[in-house]
């Protein structure tokens, strides 16, 4: 059975030391090892990459990210960071094609397939998103933009390549303050889509959007679900334990 990904991305948040504290609460009530069955992973900005890699120590449980990454290794591209930079700095997931960075930085599916190439170049896990707007919705049209999202950037992959992504399904219309979270119902027809085009052929099929406490186990639930991706619910360290215990509930069945 696949692991349940268990996982925040802090966004733009936190001070080093908001950052520091929530990772040495984690590693104190963590221990060395995960949840059986769960992995958890963290992502936070990246002037916190190096002191949450410090604090988590380098055989930790819970996989450490970036949330971008150029596809060049290296060159004349002011402000950003590339791959083998996070990877020196102690992150072994990339995160690409986040809506917020499609909609506000130029993102497409072409630098998302460049990117995922990039990571996979470097021995890093690509975690890819992809999800649809309102409209998109309302036209019913969410399984098919999904899908070609997700052939755009994993394009040109052999089987080895592919079965070391993770996808993350994230409507935008569930994510953050504006979101309202996906209903069960709405989910089946798109991961029963995603799991028909790459099923177990990747590393995971998550959900993110709007992840709560009262949500996470019925969304856990759904067919094809191998984890979710947590945005504000998880940067309070408390209730990002109880979701790694919600999962671990699940697993345990
Ligand atoms: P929220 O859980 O805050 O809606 O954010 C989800 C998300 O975008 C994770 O990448």
């Not at 970036?66 to 990339?94: C, F, I, M």
Request: charged letters at 20%.
């Amino acid at each position: 059975m696949t692991d349940l990904w268990i996982g925040t991305s802090w966004k733009m948040n936190k001070t080093l030391d908001e950052a520091r504290a929530w990772t040495t609460g984690l590693v104190d009530a963590l221990g060395d090892s995960a949840p059986a069955g769960i992995q958890p992973f963290v992502i936070p900005s990246f002037t916190a990459t190096t002191t949450v890699r410090a604090l988590l120590g380098q055989d930790s449980p819970v996989l450490l990210g970036v949330q971008n990454a150029h596809w060049e290794d290296a060159g004349a591209w002011t402000g950003e960071v590339s791959v083998p930079q996070a990877k020196d700095a102690g992150a072994q997931l990339v995160e690409i094609g986040h809506s917020e960075r499609r909609e506000h930085f130029g993102e497409t599916v072409e630098t998302t397939r460049l990117k995922v190439a990039a990571a996979l170049r470097h021995g890093l896990t690509p975690l890819l998103c992809i999800g649809e707007d309102a409209q998109v919705k309302a036209e019913g049209g969410s399984s098919a933009f999904i899908l070609e999202q997700a052939a755009g950037a994993l394009d040109g992959l052999d089987a080895a390549e592919l079965s070391r992504v993770v996808i993350a399904y994230e409507p935008i219309w569930a994510i953050g303050e504006k979101g309202r979270p996906a209903t069960v119902e709405e989910l089946r027809e798109p991961f029963a889509a995603l799991a028909e085009a790459y099923g177990d052929r990747v590393a995971g099929l998550l959900y993110g959007g709007s992840v709560n406490l009262d949500n996470a186990a019925d969304l856990l639930g759904i067919e094809h679900v191998t984890g979710l991706f947590v945005g504000r619910t998880a940067w309070k360290l408390e209730d990002y334990l109880e979701l790694l215990r919600i999962a671990e509930a699940h697993r345990a069945g």
